[in-house]
């Protein structure tokens, strides 16, 4: 089922204490580690699942073997992001998914290259809404519609949601242009 809450002042401590065992376990094998997804957006509504994103030279064996250590199975049938309109290599949107066992809290640690489009799309995403609260509550307004039409659909909530933050971010975009953008710097 997807439920869609307010967001939690506890996320972020959440986040922090997740992304500080993740950096003990993989070191300088993580470029950054960065709270990402809308769990990482103060007053933005979500699924109570946080998301992590690690940013690694390459995507090699050896983070497998180590995340599996602190309890992270790899989900292999998922590959690759969503891509969106315009993209011109899939190679670009490749990742790798883990998530903790059943026992754990819900999370989500999407490995992806640095330097990638799917690892700046997930940073921009990010700080775009950070600073655009219009945004923020347009987005939160389409995903609670989706969870209350589609709870039960996986599909069907994703397939309506990527086209929206597709959406945010061609304005994520221009704001990234004029503002000079760069990430914030990784908490972890």
Same mark, same amino acid.
């Given at each position: 089922?997807?439920?869609?809450? *307010?967001?939690? *002042?506890?996320?972020?401590?959440?986040? /922090? %204490?997740?992304? *500080?065992?993740?950096?003990?376990?993989? !070191?300088?094998?993580?470029?950054?580690? #960065? &709270?990402?997804?809308?769990?990482?957006?103060?007053?933005? %509504? %979500?699924?109570?699942?946080?998301?992590?994103?690690?940013?690694?030279?390459?995507?090699? =064996?050896?983070?497998?073997? /180590?995340? @599996?250590?602190? !309890?992270?199975?790899?989900?292999?049938?998922?590959?690759?992001?969503?891509? =969106? =309109? !315009?993209?011109?290599?899939? *190679?670009?949107?490749?990742?790798?998914?883990?998530?903790?066992?059943?026992? &754990?809290?819900?999370?989500?640690?999407?490995?992806?290259?640095?330097?990638?489009?799917?690892?700046?799309?997930? /940073? /921009?995403?990010?700080?775009?809404?950070?600073?655009?609260?219009?945004?923020?509550?347009?987005? @939160?307004?389409?995903?609670?519609?989706?969870?209350?039409?589609?709870?039960?659909?996986?599909? @069907?909530?994703?397939?309506?949601?990527?086209?929206?933050? #597709?959406?945010?971010? !061609?304005?994520?975009?221009?704001?990234?242009?004029?503002?000079?953008?760069?990430?914030?710097?990784?908490?972890?």
């Amino acid at each position: 089922m997807i439920i869609i809450q *307010s967001h939690q *002042s506890t996320w972020r401590n959440e986040f /922090l %204490a997740l992304g *500080s065992n993740l950096r003990q376990v993989l !070191g300088e094998l993580a470029l950054r580690i #960065d &709270h990402i997804g809308s769990t990482s957006v103060p007053g933005l %509504a %979500a699924k109570d699942i946080i998301d992590i994103q690690i940013t690694v030279p390459t995507l090699e =064996p050896t983070i497998v073997s /180590l995340l @599996a250590k602190i !309890g992270y199975h790899q989900i292999q049938q998922i590959t690759q992001d969503h891509l =969106p =309109p !315009g993209a011109s290599q899939t *190679s670009g949107w490749v990742k790798w998914l883990f998530k903790p066992s059943s026992s &754990h809290r819900p999370v989500n640690v999407h490995v992806r290259v640095a330097g990638q489009p799917n690892q700046r799309y997930a /940073l /921009l995403f990010r700080d775009y809404l950070r600073t655009h609260p219009t945004s923020v509550q347009a987005y @939160a307004h389409v995903k609670l519609a989706l969870a209350k039409y589609h709870a039960d659909n996986v599909e @069907a909530y994703y397939d309506v949601k990527d086209p929206v933050c #597709d959406l945010i971010m !061609g304005g994520a975009e221009i704001w990234a242009v004029a503002t000079l953008w760069q990430p914030s710097p990784t908490d972890c």
